[in-house]
């Protein structure tokens, strides 16, 4: 402490800055009785010499203040030179330290590694999706617009229905909620080419999209007012198409391409960047342009709000301007405007929230870890920094060198991170399932870098001061006495590596229960009876109207293919339906029961309605529990089969076969007679089982999308003729061959997918917490080696040593364990939604989750216990 005193007196004293001006006063009155005795040599009278040699020096206040100047940034350039230099001295002599404990330094930046690469590549695809959903100017005001049913969806999923022209106009000619309102759709259509037709993925918008996107054709132009007043047959084709198949030629403005039956005229080109919000992720090939004026249009909506608009006025200030244009009451009007940010609209939005959470969790963990490794390192370093101490060296050059052996050691694991963050990306978006395609623009963020970074190196030079503040602490002549701590020392410092410790365990228990309510969750999925045979199912989809087939014709073309896959080895049934598994239709209104009240006008909803021939039951495999197939198959046929759980509702106990129900709107609808009742199907995969009402009615005469279910026992191979057999009737655009095996496997694809990626953050958070508490006890072992060594000299049997190992490992275990399952009540929120056949308070979930947290303690235990056994008594006491 005097010393540290005398030394910054010292410095004060010699860099003191009046030091430096009485310097140049001196210097320039030599300078000046210098000149004077020359110029008294060459003859200037005496009396007058002193005064000639100022005036030829100048101006004594400018040169002086220069002097000061320039003295001042030579001291600043040799403090600069010094710190370098003793800068570089710390480097070197801090990778010379690191070098001699590889594996307390592998150990540490690989955790620092793991963390960061982790997190990474999580929040890079929450920061793309999420909070930068929509790359348009101000996006944080962007919004998407459309409508939902007033009351009495009761389906499970949300209902989205697109506004009409009118309400759009009227949108954009009252709102003051908004800056701007654009309609804009997407979807596929026929290019027309020299070959077949070839589908391309087209967009159409308003002339102001362009603007609103804050993006301009990079040839040509875009849109115009005046190209809807003339018809609207241009077209802007997007850049990857125009380079694909134009070759990239600026000579394409001005040709035409046929989408559809329609011919349209090139006028630019845009840039491959520019998407759709919400729109599949393919690149948009063909844009055209949307007239707000043409009713029969339907279209989506995107708005930017005006700054300080909120999202709730905006809402109720489109209902009103809805209910005046329709000629609805305010309070009665059908549907309700719904105005939500495009990240709620994600598909996976609660699953990312979910991940975010839980690779945050896993960043603590790394820093626990981290700042654990960091505060046994500087335990272990006493005698050393004690003999520095000794030698001279002050408190702040002891911290500047164990804060510059934190950042290297942050360095290494943030250049390792950043690896395996892109790594971990690149993994991200390669495994991901089909259902999850808009994780393909996921890009590693800079930003999210950057705060995982400075957390780590925050992290790492907390508790580096930490270290040398409690070296600081205790005495140079306490520590070079003795290589081993005081009691009272020993004990703090065991009480903060072991905070640590419980804290990692308690966070990885957390995880750990997560992973396994959602593993059992996965597992309930594969394992749900879905009420049909998937196996053997195949769906072809036939767009009869795509292919300007006529009403009166389709029958023929629909009974000529149906027949023909009859005729193909290995088939064994064969259904017309008007859906297939993996989608729904519905039909709005109020589901009445003859004989029982009329439900409320609110209680309207939308009600799942299959069209099916009476063969459909056998091909997909569903049981008819009570009554019969179809009897009448014609327009006119007034007859419906129900679905068991809609039968139990009603009917407990006895038959519904005979009643009658209706799905009225008008009132004027006819009454359907039940001729049987099928059980429960859900044909949209297990994670959207539900014993909702389904109706099955018998298939419209002039079916304009029919799908043919074949079940064949053949495979794949068998159903490989049949879109040689479509286009041999006629069928030759879009038609769809599914394996409805693969589409049931792909609805809980994203389910898995997630789980697989909690999973993976577990075990990385389990192994971290594992190697913390495997640290503590190696540290607590060899610190008590003496004792260690007198207890067995004294008779204590090799097993009571190991049992106080592992009994101490045990405890932090335990405690971790608790504290995270506590956690992990609250914590589980967070999945809810996701769980599927199990309650976010499973027990057997958290019984799990504290048993594997425990196993892997003790695990970690072993090997210091195994070295506590191998103490010999001697050789320890001899050692102190």
Request: charge should be positive; charged fraction near 20%.
């Amino acid at each position: 402490m005097i010393r540290d005193g005398i030394r910054k007196v010292f410095r004060v004293a010699v860099n003191r800055p009046d030091r430096w001006e009485r310097d140049v006063d001196e210097e320039i009155t030599l300078h000046l009785a210098l000149r004077a005795e020359q110029l008294i040599a060459e003859g200037v009278a005496r009396e007058h010499a002193g005064a000639e040699a100022a005036r030829r020096f100048g101006s004594i206040g400018e040169a002086r203040a220069r002097l000061i100047d320039a003295a001042r940034h030579r001291e600043q350039r040799l403090q600069r030179t010094e710190y370098l230099a003793d800068l570089r001295h710390d480097a070197v002599f801090a990778l010379r330290t690191l070098g001699r404990q590889k594996g307390w330094t592998t150990v540490t930046i690989l955790t620092l590694a793991l963390g960061i690469g982790a997190t990474t590549a999580v929040f890079s695809v929450v920061s793309t999706l999420l909070l930068h959903a929509v790359p348009y100017p101000h996006g944080d005001r962007v919004v998407d617009v459309f409508q939902q049913p007033a009351s009495g969806n009761r389906t499970g999923i949300e209902v989205t229905i697109t506004p009409s022209a009118p309400t759009v106009r009227a949108w954009m000619a009252g709102s003051r909620s908004f800056e701007a309102i654009e309609g804009v759709s997407s979807g596929p259509r026929a290019l027309k080419t020299a070959d077949d037709p070839v589908s391309v993925m087209t967009a159409t918008v308003f002339p102001t999209f362009f603007g609103f996107a804050g993006t301009h054709a990079i040839l040509g132009r875009t849109f115009t007012p005046a190209d809807l007043d003339a018809g609207g047959r241009v077209a802007l084709l997007g850049e990857s198409m125009w380079r694909g198949r134009f070759g990239g030629d600026p000579a394409a403005i001005g040709k035409t391409i046929t989408l559809g039956d329609s011919l349209y005229t090139i006028i630019g080109v845009a840039p491959s960047t520019l998407r759709l919000p919400g729109a599949p992720i393919d690149p948009v090939d063909a844009w055209i342009p949307l007239d707000v004026r043409n009713d029969s249009l339907g279209m989506s909506v995107i708005g930017r709000l005006r700054p300080g608009a909120t999202i709730a006025g905006a809402m109720r200030e489109l209902d009103s301007l809805f209910a005046r244009s329709a000629g609805f009451a305010s309070a009665a009007i059908p549907f309700k405007t719904a105005v939500v940010r495009p990240a709620q609209r994600v598909r996976f939005h609660d699953s990312l929230v979910m991940l975010a959470w839980a690779v945050a969790l896993v960043l603590l963990v790394a820093c626990a870890n981290v700042a654990h490794l960091l505060v046994a390192r500087s335990v272990t370093r006493q005698r050393e920094l004690a003999i520095r101490d000794a030698l001279g060296a002050g408190r702040g050059r002891v911290l500047r060198q164990l804060l510059t052996e934190s950042l290297i050691l942050s360095l290494g694991g943030t250049v390792l991170g950043v690896g395996l963050g892109w790594l971990g990306l690149r993994g991200l978006i390669a495994l991901r399932p089909a259902s999850l395609d808009s994780l393909q623009t996921a890009r590693l963020d800079l930003d999210t870098l950057g705060l995982t970074i400075a957390i780590a190196i925050l992290t790492g030079a907390t508790f580096a001061m930490m270290g040398a503040v409690q070296a600081a602490r205790h005495s140079a002549n306490d520590a070079l006495k003795s290589g081993s701590l005081t009691t009272s020392r020993s004990r703090r410092d065991g009480r903060v590596r072991s905070l640590l410790v419980v804290s990692e365990l308690a966070l990885s228990g957390t995880l750990l229960v997560g992973a396994a309510l959602l593993l059992k969750s996965v597992i309930n999925l594969q394992r749900t009876d879905l009420g049909f045979t998937p196996h053997g199912l195949y769906a072809l989809s036939l767009p009869l109207d795509a292919n300007h087939i006529a009403a009166s014709a389709r029958a023929g073309v629909l009974g000529g293919v149906v027949s023909g896959i009859r005729d193909l080895s290995g088939v064994q049934a064969v259904a017309v339906a008007s859906v297939a598994p993996g989608s729904r239709r519905f039909r709005i209104g109020q589901l009445q029961v003859r004989g029982e009240a009329a439900p409320a006008t609110e209680k309207s909803g939308f009600i799942d309605v299959i069209s099916a021939q009476p063969s459909y039951f056998r091909t997909m495999g569903i049981p008819l529990q009570a009554g019969a197939v179809f009897s009448d198959t014609s327009g006119d046929s007034r007859e419906v089969i129900v679905n068991a759980g809609f039968a139990r509702a009603h009917w407990p106990g006895t038959s519904a076969v005979g009643h009658q129900i209706r799905v009225a709107g008008t009132g004027s609808e006819p009454w359907l007679t039940i001729v049987g009742v099928a059980g429960d199907a859900s044909t949209d995969g297990p994670a959207a089982w539900s014993s909702a009402p389904v109706l099955y009615t018998p298939p419209a005469p002039d079916l304009h999308n029919p799908v043919i279910l074949i079940r064949t026992t053949g495979g794949a191979a068998s159903v490989a003729p049949l879109l040689a057999l479509a286009r041999r009737y006629g069928v030759r655009r879009s038609a769809d061959l599914e394996s409805v095996e693969d589409v049931i496997s792909r609805s809980i694809a994203a389910p898995r997918f997630i789980m697989l990626l909690l999973s993976i953050f577990t075990v990385l958070a389990v192994v971290l917490a594992g190697v913390g508490l495997y640290g503590v006890m190696s540290y607590t072992v060899a610190q008590r080696t003496r004792e260690i060594g007198i207890r067995v000299a004294l008779g204590a049997s090799r097993g009571r040593i190991a049992r106080a190992v592992v009994a101490r490992g045990a405890v932090l275990a335990v405690a971790g364990a608790v504290i995270g399952l506590v956690g992990a009540v609250w914590g589980t929120k967070l999945i809810e939604s996701q769980l599927h056949g199990v309650t976010r308070l499973d027990p057997t979930a958290f019984i799990a989750g504290g048993c594997v947290l425990i196993a892997t303690a003790l695990l970690a235990c072993l090997v210091p216990a195994r070295r506590a056994l191998a103490v010999d008594p001697m050789t320890a006491i001899r050692g102190e």
